[in-house]
């Protein structure tokens, strides 16, 4: 069991690009909802075989917990599950909840990553974001943080947003690779349905960018990242040092891990179970003991798919061995794969396949090339 997931599903203002399960009227029934998440825990501790790697809150906005509120789910956890010695505990913090005060009940508590969620440097972007933080807020909780004691923290950016010129891209990716981050997180800004930005896109008042300007700035990305020192070992996380994210590197290598909370996801080989992603529905199913979860049995086109569509968004690609224990390429794959090969953007080595830098740009689409149908 390689982690840990605690999804926590409060926020204080709802950001206009995000479609991910939280709340903003959550008040009236925190307490029900961390004692929920608590005794799913407590439920689910026969899963986790192997000592866990990783613990990791995410939401939402898990900074918006209290100190007790972490503390139960911390002890929780300690309680019924066993630990490695030396394991990730991250916790997902907005710029604008990063105190002295929180920081060091963090620190009390044993959560030793942070990934602070910036998004962007730049007023007009975190206005119609609806982001609660300003540039210097962003900077000052890297700094802060890194003052009180935390060596290992991760921001969060955003490349391809409407009116964001390239210059502006590079200035913000100078300020917070040069502010001692050890980790990267940098996506390009992607349409979800039901959004207020998919809104303002479809009524004309939102322009977004042409491909070209966002391919731009992913490369203005990867020259940057590389020439500080980091190196880019998935295609949107890049690691100082190779401090990867411990969790979210088991997501991309299909290792088993246990998801708590509403709406929060689990694995293990050939199977796949997610819970619901609603609040009150939740909280009660897990009082009166009632299924608060749906289930898949993954069958072996699913795997061999996943295979190909989290192994080349890695630094560790697609392993031979795992195509093997499939029967192998088909001829047609075998002749996609010497074209990719072919054009630079697929490399092989030893042990396995990997996309390259240029492929990177590509991965989900090439990744979609080998999937399997039937």
Same mark, same amino acid.
């Given at each position: 069991?390689?982690?840990?997931?605690?999804?926590?599903?409060?926020?204080?203002?709802?950001?206009?690009?995000? %479609?991910?399960?939280?709340?903003?009227?959550?008040? #009236?029934?925190?307490?029900?909802?961390?004692? #929920?998440?608590?005794?799913?825990?407590?439920? !689910?501790?026969?899963?986790?075989?192997?000592?866990?790697?990783?613990?990791?809150?995410?939401?939402?906005?898990?900074?918006?917990?209290?100190?007790?509120?972490?503390?139960?789910? $911390?002890?929780?956890?300690?309680?019924?599950?066993?630990?490695?010695? !030396?394991?990730?505990?991250? /916790?997902?913090?907005?710029?604008?909840?990063?105190?002295?005060?929180?920081?060091? %009940?963090?620190?009390?508590?044993?959560?030793?990553?942070? +990934?602070?969620?910036?998004?962007?440097?730049?007023?007009? %972007?975190?206005?119609?974001?609806?982001?609660?933080?300003?540039?210097?807020? &962003?900077?000052?909780?890297?700094?802060? &943080? /890194?003052?009180?004691?935390?060596?290992?923290?991760?921001?969060?950016?955003?490349?391809?947003?409407?009116?964001?010129?390239?210059?502006? @891209?590079?200035?913000? /990716?100078?300020?917070?690779?040069?502010?001692?981050?050890?980790?990267?997180?940098?996506?390009?800004?992607?349409?979800?349905?039901?959004?207020? /930005?998919?809104?303002?896109?479809?009524?004309?008042?939102?322009?977004?960018?042409?491909?070209?300007?966002?391919?731009?700035? *992913?490369? =203005?990305?990867?020259?940057?990242?590389?020439?500080?020192?980091?190196?880019? *070992?998935?295609?949107?996380?890049? =690691?100082?040092?190779?401090? *990867? +994210?411990?969790?979210?590197?088991? *997501?991309?290598?299909?290792?088993?891990?246990?998801?708590?909370?509403?709406?929060?996801?689990?694995?293990?080989?050939?199977?796949? !179970? @997610?819970?619901? =992603?609603?609040?009150?529905?939740?909280?009660?199913?897990?009082?009166?003991?009632?299924?608060?979860?749906?289930?898949?049995?993954? +069958?072996?086109?699913? $795997?061999?798919?996943?295979?190909?569509?989290?192994?080349?968004?890695? !630094? @560790?690609?697609?392993?031979?061995?795992?195509?093997?224990?499939?029967?192998?390429? +088909?001829?047609?794959?075998?002749?996609?794969?010497?074209?990719?090969?072919?054009?630079?953007?697929?490399?092989?080595?030893?042990?396995?396949?990997?996309?390259?830098?240029?492929?990177?740009?590509? #991965?989900?689409?090439? #990744?979609?090339?080998?999937?399997?149908?039937?």
């Amino acid at each position: 069991m390689a982690g840990l997931y605690v999804h926590i599903p409060f926020c204080a203002k709802k950001c206009s690009y995000c %479609d991910f399960h939280f709340s903003t009227q959550f008040e #009236a029934y925190r307490n029900d909802m961390v004692s #929920a998440i608590v005794k799913e825990i407590e439920l !689910r501790q026969n899963e986790a075989l192997n000592p866990l790697e990783s613990i990791y809150f995410g939401g939402g906005t898990p900074s918006l917990l209290k100190k007790k509120e972490l503390s139960l789910i $911390l002890e929780s956890i300690n309680k019924y599950y066993k630990k490695k010695e !030396r394991i990730e505990v991250t /916790l997902e913090a907005n710029p604008e909840d990063v105190s002295v005060e929180n920081l060091i %009940d963090w620190l009390e508590l044993g959560i030793n990553r942070l +990934s602070i969620g910036i998004q962007s440097l730049k007023k007009e %972007d975190l206005n119609w974001m609806n982001r609660g933080h300003s540039e210097q807020d &962003a900077l000052s909780s890297i700094s802060l &943080a /890194l003052k009180t004691g935390f060596k290992n923290i991760s921001a969060d950016l955003m490349y391809g947003l409407p009116g964001l010129t390239k210059n502006e @891209w590079d200035k913000h /990716l100078n300020l917070v690779v040069n502010s001692g981050i050890t980790h990267l997180s940098a996506y390009c800004l992607t349409l979800e349905k039901g959004t207020v /930005l998919a809104h303002k896109v479809k009524t004309g008042n939102t322009i977004l960018p042409e491909d070209d300007q966002i391919e731009l700035q *992913y490369n =203005a990305l990867i020259t940057k990242l590389l020439s500080a020192g980091f190196e880019q *070992y998935e295609v949107s996380n890049f =690691a100082y040092n190779k401090m *990867y +994210s411990l969790h979210n590197s088991s *997501y991309w290598k299909s290792i088993n891990y246990i998801g708590v909370g509403p709406s929060a996801h689990s694995f293990s080989a050939g199977y796949r !179970r @997610w819970n619901i =992603a609603n609040n009150q529905v939740y909280i009660r199913s897990i009082k009166s003991g009632s299924l608060f979860h749906e289930d898949e049995v993954l +069958s072996k086109k699913d $795997l061999w798919n996943e295979l190909f569509l989290t192994g080349f968004r890695t !630094r @560790w690609g697609v392993n031979k061995k795992q195509i093997v224990q499939f029967g192998g390429f +088909s001829k047609q794959e075998s002749i996609l794969l010497q074209r990719l090969i072919g054009e630079g953007k697929v490399r092989e080595e030893k042990s396995c396949y990997v996309l390259t830098s240029s492929g990177f740009l590509f #991965a989900d689409a090439i #990744a979609q090339d080998f999937f399997r149908l039937l």
